[in-house]
């Protein structure tokens, strides 16, 4: 399937997206989408949830994803909210602008990332990068807040061959919320490599996975030399 187009959606409940809400054992290339899009589960600019075998290749997210409520407000990413049950897939992803999931209410807060708010299972992203800003909640909470990926947790769950540049911010200190770099939290099955963040433009100072290093080496090809 190639899909192009997309200028964003206002969701309420769970999974919305700028293209869909959910997918499931679909595979589809091609897609870009521009524009905004907000909801409080699941929250993604392309997608908000990819399930089972699904495979997205060459992707493109300029989007600004916001939460619409107070409560509950888990799984933002710039381009997929959450990837989970069986085996989803992700490469050549780009996305650009921002992901913000402030809010003052303490509650379910928590899993936003710059490229996906969460991944389980045995869910896959290669070759991808993100260059947006994520806010977490000015509240306290569960999971975690990444510059790539919110939160990591699966048995061979992958991330490769990947980076983040954007900003990692919250508005004041949090008790329950993990922040990072490139990932928020990760469980020890979940393997990322090859992966790097950009420490001179992160507000965070460290990351549950990924290499940290300078602007100039992240414009460096050689930092990515396999």
Known sequence: T??????GADTKGNAGGGVA????????????????VSGNRQVGGLIGEIIHSSSIVMASAEIAVTNNDTLNNIDF???FGKMSKAAPTAELIYVKGSVDINTSSTGSNGDAGGLVGSMENKAVVKNSYSRATVVGPDANGTGGVGGFAGSVLGDTLQIVNS????????????????????????????????CFWDRETNTASSSAAGTD???????NVLTFAL
């Open 2 to 7: 190639n899909v192009i187009g997309g200028s």
């Open 21 to 36: 809400g959910v997918i499931s054992n679909v595979i589809a290339q091609r897609i870009s989408v521009e524009g905004s």
């Open 77 to 79: 990413g710039g381009a």
């Open 163 to 194: 980076y983040s540049t954007g900003q990692v911010d919250h508005a004041s200190a949090t008790v329950g919320i993990t922040y990072g770099g490139f990932v928020g939290t990760q469980s020890m099955s979940a393997t990322v490599t090859d």
């Open 213 to 219: 290093t300078t602007t100039a080496a992240m414009k």
